[in-house]
C-alpha cells in the first residue's frame, strides 16, 4: 500500500482517502493498483467491475475491495513513505480464494485472515461470491511486525470470523462509506489495535473472557447496547456518557475483550431488526429506520454479510 494517489481526497492531519467505482481494468491499475495497493490485478474475464473505497493514513491505510474474480499479485517491498521500517499486511476474505508465496499454495476459506510480512511478496486468487464478485480487504500496518511471523516463513493464515470481523470493524473506523474519515481515528489508534489483535491471536493469547481487564463493565455496556437498538444516537459518544468513561477507554474495554465496538453496535441492531421482520406486521422499510439505519443500502449489505441472505418478512 502507498502513500499516493491522484485521486484522493485529503481529509484530516496526513490522511487522504476515496471511494471510487471502475468499469475499466486499465483505469483501476493506473489510478488504484500501483498508487494505493501497490501491486497488480489480472481480472479472470473481460467483464470487469470494481469499487474500492480507502484510507491511508501515514504509512498505514486500510482499503475494501469488491471486484470481479482474478489475481492480485504484490512484490515484496520495503514499507513506502518517510517512516521506513517494518511493517505487515493483513487480508481479509469473505469469499474462497487461493495464496500462493513462492513456490507454496494453499486453499484459503471465507472469513480467511493473512497476515504476510511486507517484505514478501505473494499472489491472491479470488473466487467469486454468490453475488459474482470478491470483497476482499487489505490493511497495510507500519511500524511493527507479528513476533510469529518470524516462525512462519514470514506468512499466517488464521479462519476465525470473530479475527475477521473484529479487524474489519476497526478497519470501517478509518475508511467508512463515502471514504470520508471518522472522527474517532483522533481518539483510538486503530493500526496499533488491528496489530495487537493479530499478535495476540497467533501467540495464542485467548484465555478466558472472565479473566480479561473491565470484563463486568464490557458485559453491561453490551446489555446496554442490546435494550437501547432502537436510540439512533447509540454509539461511543452515548456509551462514554452513559459509564462515565472517556471514548478511549471504551475502545480499549472492546479490545480487551477481543470485540470491535462499531461491530457489537450493527450486530445488535440487526439481531434486534431480524426478530421485528420475521415476526410480521411491520414493513421493512420501517424497521430498518427504526433501528438506527439511515442508509437502506448499508442495511441490506450488512444484513446479508451478517446472515447470508437479504431479509425476508
Known amino acids: 500500500m502507498r502513500r499516493i494517489a491522484s485521486h484522493a481526497a485529503p481529509t484530516q492531519g496526513n490522511s487522504v482517502s476515496g471511494s ?3 468499469a475499466d481494468a486499465e483505469a483501476f491499475a493506473r489510478q488504484v493498483c500501483d498508487s494505493v495497493l501497490g501491486a497488480t490485478f489480472t481480472p479472470d474475464g473481460v467483464d470487469f467491475r470494481a469499487a474500492i473505497r480507502f484510507n491511508l493514513v501515514g504509512c498505514s491505510g486500510a482499503a475494501h475491495l469488491r471486484i470481479t474474480p482474478g489475481v492480485l499479485t504484490r512484490l515484496g517491498r520495503p514499507c513506502d513513505g518517510p517512516c521506513g521500517g517494518p ?25 480467511s485472515v493473512v497476515v504476510v510480512s511486507g517484505d514478501l511478496g505473494f499472489s491472491l486468487a479470488l473466487s467469486a461470491g454468490t453475488a459474482g464478485a470478491c470483497e476482499l480487504d487489505v490493511l497495510q500496518v507500519a511500524g511493527a511486525e507479528p513476533p510469529a511471523l518470524a516462525k512462519a516463513s514470514g506468512v499466517v493464515v488464521a479462519t476465525s470470523a470473530a479475527l475477521a470481523d473484529y479487524i474489519l470493524g476497526l478497519a470501517d473506523l478509518v475508511q467508512p462509506e463515502g471514504g470520508e474519515i471518522g472522527p474517532c481515528q483522533r481518539d483510538i489508534p486503530i493500526f496499533d489495535y488491528i496489530g495487537a489483535a493479530i499478535r495476540d491471536y497467533l501467540a495464542g493469547g485467548e484465555g478466558e473472557d472472565a479473566s480479561r481487564p473491565d470484563h463486568g ?89 451478517h446472515f447470508g441472505r437479504v431479509p425476508r418478512a
Not at 87 to 106: K, P, Q, Y
Not at 243 to 256: E, G, N, Q, T, V
Not at 281 to 287: N, Y
Not at 291 to 305: D, I, L, Q, V
Open 20 to 22: 471510487i467505482l471502475f
Open 87 to 111: 511493517h505487515f499486511l493483513v487480508l481479509v476474505l469473505r469469499e474462497n480464494g487461493h495464496l500462493t508465496v513462492g513456490e507454496s499454495g494453499r486453499p484459503l476459506s471465507p472469513n
Open 217 to 305: 463493565l464490557y458485559q453491561r455496556i453490551k446489555g446496554f447496547i442490546a435494550q437501547n437498538v432502537k436510540n439512533p444516537a447509540l454509539g461511543a459518544d452515548l456509551l462514554a456518557r452513559t459509564f462515565a468513561i472517556s471514548k478511549r477507554k471504551l475502545y480499549s474495554i472492546f479490545y480487551d475483550n477481543r470485540a470491535s465496538l462499531h461491530e457489537t453496535v450493527m450486530t445488535a441492531r440487526l439481531e434486534a431488526a431480524r426478530r421485528e421482520i420475521e415476526a410480521g406486521g411491520q414493513k421493512v422499510a420501517s424497521v430498518i429506520l427504526d433501528h438506527g439505519f439511515s442508509n437502506p443500502s448499508t442495511f441490506y449489505r450488512n444484513y446479508k454479510r
